[in-house]
């Protein structure tokens, strides 16, 4: 299962071995037609038709567009459907879990001037907020800036959930246990969901069990992201100057998958609806399509699939 590995990077990501970031490659998504792609329910063997699919993205108030992070199909999808509620006539926010609230001031002025977008990388100190390929996410600041529509950072700080994972939360300085999100750990399905992940991502790469104090750690370091995400999202939705705006959520997989991390601690703050989309290779689709579209979350994985070659 391809979610193994990315938690399992998010989790070395955490406490500090990160990957270097390449920055100079040309990415080419794949074709995907907007206006006849394939896309079903978590059941369906039917392709939906895309005023179907329309229908579904704006029945929502927020969207959820899960990533493999830099893969360039998972972001042909959430282009993809950034053009499918834009031509429908929705407004909308796109919030990213690529970068902190830190980053906005550089963000803004670039959405709002003309600069090439290498300049951007630059002014995000991408590598270091991210540190994945800038030019798998090219396309999706090159369009939001074209059309006017804005980009929120919603992730936690850098180092806030690198200082959970380091140590007991006794031990955190005050300073940054000040800026911590409530951690709601008394949620038995994310956590079971979670541990199961970190514990198959370790033996499948070789890797000694975590000890049970490790994995508080850690799973208190991916409760500094959901939580934090979940706050911002909460505030873009409840937002009274864009009452009707659908806000669509970029993040991994991990975040998303089952509704587990982000999508129903969103929906417990403001009650509304959301829609998770996943993309899926065509070679997982049959795994995929096991589950009723109406089996309640966390059973099934998401509310549409959308395939990618």
């Not at 031509?87 to 970068?99: D, R």
């Not at 403001?270 to 065509?282: Q, S």
């Amino acid at each position: 299962m391809r979610l193994l590995p990315l938690l399992l990077a998010a989790t070395l990501l955490t406490v500090g071995v990160a990957a270097c970031a390449g920055t100079r490659h040309t990415v080419t998504y794949p074709a995907i037609d907007v206006d006849a792609p394939d896309v079903r329910d978590p059941s369906g063997r039917a392709t939906l038709r895309a005023e179907a699919i329309a229908a579904r993205l704006r029945a929502a108030r927020c969207v959820y567009v899960a990533e493999q992070h830099a893969d360039p199909a998972y972001h042909a999808v959430q282009r993809a459907v950034l053009e499918r509620l834009s031509g429908s006539g929705a407004e909308v926010v796109i919030a990213v879990e690529w970068l902190p609230p830190s980053a906005e001031p550089a963000l803004d002025s670039w959405l709002a001037g003309r600069d090439p977008v290498a300049t951007l990388m630059t002014a995000l100190d991408w590598p270091r907020r991210w540190g994945h390929e800038f030019a798998a996410y090219a396309p999706i600041f090159r369009w939001a800036r074209e059309r006017g529509v804005p980009i929120a950072p919603v992730n936690a700080e850098r180092d806030l959930a690198r200082a959970v994972a380091r140590a007991p939360l006794a031990e955190v300085p005050p300073e940054t246990r000040a800026q911590l999100p409530p951690l709601d750990t008394g949620n038995p399905p994310h956590r079971a969901f979670f541990d199961a992940m970190m514990r198959a991502a370790m033996a499948g790469h070789g890797g000694a069990p975590l000890a049970d104090t490790v994995l508080d750690r850690y799973y208190l370091a991916q409760l500094v992201w959901d939580e934090t995400m979940s706050r911002r999202v909460a505030e873009l939705l409840t937002d009274p100057a864009h009452p009707g705006r659908v806000v669509v959520v970029f993040a991994g997989v991990g975040h998303i998958l089952h509704g587990l991390g982000v999508p129903q601690r969103v929906n417990a703050l403001t009650g509304l609806p959301f829609t998770i989309v996943l993309p899926v290779p065509a070679a997982e689709l049959a795994e995929r399509e096991t589950v009723a579209s109406d089996a309640p979350y966390p059973i099934r994985d998401a509310d549409l699939l959308w395939v990618v070659p």
